[in-house]
């Protein structure tokens, strides 16, 4: 058997991004003070544009919920070592009326994986 193995096809960033299945959050990261690009994969940005309901009842929209997001990973990128490639972290995203504001069943665990100089932020199924 050999040591060797061969890659059989690749599916590069851009493509990704070209296919929508990554999305650049990129701008709003730098606020939250990372110089690197970041990304989103397309479930969880996705989920950064709350429905009407949601709206009504938070208050949050698109840019608020995808800060809130690269925030809570700045935070969890400066309590981890340097050497942690994936970095789990969790957010408050409401996406339905619980009944009250900001319950338990809001907070969301996310993964950042640092990757290629770069980072994407997901659902831990999406890994």
């Known amino acids: 058997m050999s040591d060797e193995f061969h890659i059989i096809d690749t599916y590069s960033r851009e ?24 990304y989103m994969t397309n479930r969880l940005h996705s989920d950064m544009t709350p ?5 009504k009842k938070f208050g949050c929209d698109y ?16 309590r981890s ?9 969790k957010v408050l ?6 009944g009250r504001p900001f319950s338990p069943r809001h907070l969301v665990n996310l993964w950042m994986v640092l990757e290629n ?7 831990p199924d999406e890994y």
């Not at 493509?15 to 970041?38: M, N, R, T, Y």
């Not at 100089?117 to 659902?123: F, R, V």
């Open 117 to 123: 100089e770069a980072i994407t932020i997901m659902y």
């Open 93 to 98: 995203l409401p996406t339905t009326d619980y």
């Open 15 to 38: 493509q990704a991004i070209a296919d929508s299945v990554l999305h650049d959050v990129s701008e709003i990261a730098k606020d939250a003070g990372f110089k690197c690009p970041v």
């Open 51 to 55: 429905s009407d309901d949601v709206k």
């Open 81 to 89: 070592p340097n050497s942690h490639r994936l970095i789990k972290f």
């Open 63 to 78: 840019v608020g919920r995808v800060w809130d997001t690269v925030w809570m990973a700045s935070l969890a990128v400066r």
